[in-house]
């Protein structure tokens, strides 16, 4: 909530294992194809004198308290390719706030950044910054795409829509409800009803022209 708040909560990034995104992923194909290979994450490892453990310690739990789980993982240091431990906070799909669908519906979720603002600041800007620096940083091939995207979709909302965010049930047999993706699937019986309330946006651009 802090790029949002309660009652329209912004969106941030984790990380998360393979495992986790094939998992996630088969919720909207059963068609999808087993992992091959691993993915590798880069990061900034941080040496932190023992006489400052307790209290970083202490403020990393205070500031990660909305259900961020520590995890021990093994990283390699890139000048020397040595193998250290590092403390890891991150959030998992167990995490209550942890949400699919902004993984598996880019728009939605871009929809919701252009727009959430918190105690922290715009969504946006956390979003965009985070784009730069994944574009100027990273080494080791590493594709940010999705996070490209989304920036990049959440920009031509700002300058070219009205988002409107509510909820929709009900017939959907000409696409009204805007739920005929794959990701989607799941909420519709025989492929047009949806018998339970799901989260929808409607964008209409500046000129009152239906996008």
Not at 62 to 70: D, L, T
Not at 142 to 152: C, H, I, K, Q, V
Request: glycine content about 8%; aromatic content about 8%; charged content about 25%.
């Amino acid at each position: 909530d802090h790029r949002g708040n309660p009652k329209f909560p912004g969106i941030v990034c984790t990380l998360l294992e393979d495992r986790e995104v094939y998992a996630i992923q088969r919720l909207a194909s059963d068609d999808l194809p087993l992992i091959d290979e691993s993915t590798m994450t880069e990061g900034v490892i941080y040496w932190i004198p023992q006489e400052l453990v307790k209290e970083c310690l202490n403020e990393l739990d205070f500031r990660e308290k909305g259900g961020y789980a520590r995890e021990v993982i093994e990283v390699v240091e890139d000048d020397t390719g040595d193998l250290h431990k590092a403390l890891l906070y991150r959030g998992t799909p167990a995490n209550p706030a942890f949400w699919n669908r902004a993984l598996l519906d880019l728009p939605f979720a871009a929809a919701i950044m252009s727009v959430s603002q918190g105690p922290s600041g715009p969504n946006d800007f956390y979003l965009n910054s985070l784009d730069e620096f994944l574009e100027t940083t990273h080494s080791v091939g590493a594709g940010n795409d999705d996070t490209t995207a989304l920036a990049s979709m959440a920009k031509y909302f700002q300058q070219h829509s009205h988002l409107y965010f509510l909820y929709g049930s009900g017939s959907n047999q000409h696409n009204q409800l805007l739920l005929k993706r794959p990701n989607n699937a799941p909420c519709l019986v025989n492929g047009e009803d949806a018998h339970e309330s799901k989260e929808i946006v409607l964008c209409t651009q500046r000129h009152g022209k239906l996008d």
